[in-house]
């Protein structure tokens, strides 16, 4: 089925850490639970069975920041509001990733108005922007795929917790 | 039905307060003057006839040249026959309004969301502070004299300066 058919006997597979880290890391991307406004619907499809968000291993939606690697900035993010976001992302435990979904958390969107942020990487490192007023669902899929992407090409020296 | 007693009665009592009255697209409508705003409220609220005793909303809005500048809009509905009552009330700019919070628990949170957005202040609120922006938020934004983008738009904003959170 799979590698362990071919690793039968006394057989060893040779690898570096940095590839074995990345590659779990890109698989298993746990998002936050945090929605702003209608871009949390199409979050929220995108986790259902017709999407299935599972097959990329970020199914797994934590409700608590310290259990979460990625922040989904679904929706607009009002001036009163960023300090809860910032927050959450503060309180999220390296190595993580910040997604700005939709128009409004990418530069404001229609909302060019005093009460909101016009744009999340204002306050936080965006890492992935996705078009759409909202994205589709397979939008968001192609925005973890980038991420799932980014993450494989980091390097050991580059991350946040590395000791050397 | 019994508009006319009612506004009968407050005319009684005070004859100056009543400046007008008539229908606004079917609804009755009649404007009080400032100065015996409350008791005439009370009157609407308390009487045995047809009892208002329900405030649904107060709406305010920003008329810029006309004198006095702001309409407040209260629409008040009794819970007996479910008839409604639209009472306007003209207010100068700076001018205070007294508080009708001591008669309907529901104007306390609708008066501050009408100071907070366009900046028409009540005499005898409890706890007169703005509802949804926050704390150290600079001019009120629905008056039309505010520039829609607000204060520092074309810089970088910073949460930090939000004071509402400790």
């Not at chain 1, 590698?3 to 698989?27: A, C, M, P, Y």
């Not at chain 2, 100068?92 to 309004?97: N, P």
Request: charged share 25%; glycine share 6%.
């Amino acid at each position: 089925m799979g590698i362990e058919n071919h690793l039968q006997g006394d057989t060893f597979l040779v690898t570096n850490l940095e590839k074995v880290v990345n590659w779990s890391r890109s698989n298993s991307v746990w998002p936050c639970t945090f929605g702003l406004a209608c871009c949390a619907l199409e979050m929220i499809a995108t986790t259902l069975a017709d999407y299935d968000i599972s097959r990329f291993g970020s199914e797994v939606f934590r409700p608590s920041p310290r259990q979460s690697d990625l922040l989904i900035v679904a929706g607009t993010l009002t001036k009163k509001m960023s300090v809860m976001v910032k927050r959450i992302y503060d309180q999220m435990a390296d190595p993580k990733w910040v997604i700005a979904m939709g128009a409004c958390a990418s530069c404001g969107g229609v909302f060019q108005s005093y009460s909101v942020v016009q744009g999340v990487d204002q306050i936080l490192p965006v890492d992935v922007y996705i078009p759409g007023c909202p994205p589709r669902p397979e939008a968001l899929l192609a925005g973890l795929m980038k991420i799932q992407e980014k993450i494989r090409t980091e390097k050991l020296d580059k991350y946040p917790d590395f000791q050397g | 039905m019994s508009y006319k007693n009612i506004i009968q009665n407050i005319q009684n009592k005070f004859p100056e307060a009543v400046i007008k009255e008539g229908q606004n697209n079917g609804q009755q409508e009649i404007t009080l003057a400032l100065s015996e705003f409350v008791e005439a409220m009370r009157i609407l609220h308390d009487n045995s006839d047809l009892p208002f005793d329900l405030l649904l909303d107060i709406l305010s809005i920003d008329r810029t040249s006309r004198k006095p500048r702001f309409d407040l809009v209260y629409i008040l509905m009794s819970t007996q026959d479910f008839s409604r009552l639209i009472v306007r009330l003209e207010a100068g700019e700076g001018e205070e309004v007294p508080s009708v919070s001591s008669i309907w628990h529901s104007a306390d949170w609708a008066e501050r969301e009408v100071y907070d957005l366009m900046g028409i202040t009540f005499s005898g609120h409890p706890d007169l502070k703005r509802i949804l922006t926050w704390k150290n938020f600079e001019g009120h934004p629905l008056c039309k004299d505010f520039p829609l983008e607000g204060k520092d738009f074309d810089k970088p904003f910073d949460p930090e300066t939000i004071e509402d959170y400790p």
